[in-house]
């Protein structure tokens, strides 16, 4: 590419018929001045591109990471989330297995409590039986008795007939005298 300098120093030879050598000179100079606008145009152009795309390198490697760094964060995220999932899932079965437990153990309880029931209500049976059996001996008890005072009336009456067959043999002995024994 040719610099103003170029078209400065450009020089032509001349021939028999050849340009007016004043116009070309001027025409020239038009020239360099445009060209040398253009070619610092063109320079600052390229300058202007080049701060440009190191800035669009710069923004490139920013974007490089921030997308790296959202990945990052989502990745952790993921991790953060699973690990939620996991550890809820442990509470959870662990929270699980504590209410089986407790079941167990309240089941157990009743079963005890059953049992406990079970053996009162033998024991009740047991008292009841026992109860029945003592009040019966009771009443077998008062019926002997009030045969008991049937007898004993009974022998009063028959030692009271024997009291007054006595007393009348007595009596009857007072009234005969005896007879002296000889």
């Known amino acids: 590419m040719l610099t103003p300098v170029d078209l400065e120093t450009m020089v032509f030879r001349r021939g028999l018929r050849g340009y007016r050598t004043r116009e070309v000179q001027e025409f020239m100079k038009k020239i360099t001045v445009d060209y040398e606008k253009l070619y610092k145009e063109n320079f600052d152009l390229k300058e202007k591109i080049e701060d440009l795309e190191e800035q669009l390198n710069t923004y490139r490697q920013m974007e490089k990471t921030l997308n790296d760094t959202l990945y990052l964060a989502q990745e952790t995220a993921n991790e953060m989330k699973a690990a939620g999932e996991k550890k809820a899932e442990v509470i959870l079965r662990e929270?699980?297995?504590?209410?089986?437990?407790?079941?167990?153990?309240?089941?157990e309880e009743i079963q005890?409590?059953?049992?406990?029931?079970?053996?009162?209500?033998?024991?009740?049976e047991f008292f009841r039986i026992q109860l029945k059996r003592f009040l019966q001996t009771l009443i077998e008890i008062a019926d002997r008795q009030l045969d008991l005072d049937e007898?004993?009336?009974?022998?009063?009456?028959?030692?009271?007939?024997?009291?007054?067959?006595?007393?009348?043999?007595?009596?009857?002995?007072?009234?005969?005298?005896?007879?002296?024994?000889?």
């Open 151 to 182: 007898i004993w009336d009974k022998m009063m009456e028959l030692s009271r007939h024997e009291t007054v067959s006595t007393d009348r043999e007595a009596a009857a002995a007072i009234e005969t005298p005896e007879e002296p024994l000889s």
């Open 112 to 124: 005890t409590e059953l049992q406990n029931l079970a053996e009162l209500k033998q024991q009740v």
């Open 95 to 107: 929270a699980e297995q504590r209410a089986e437990q407790m079941r167990l153990r309240v089941r």
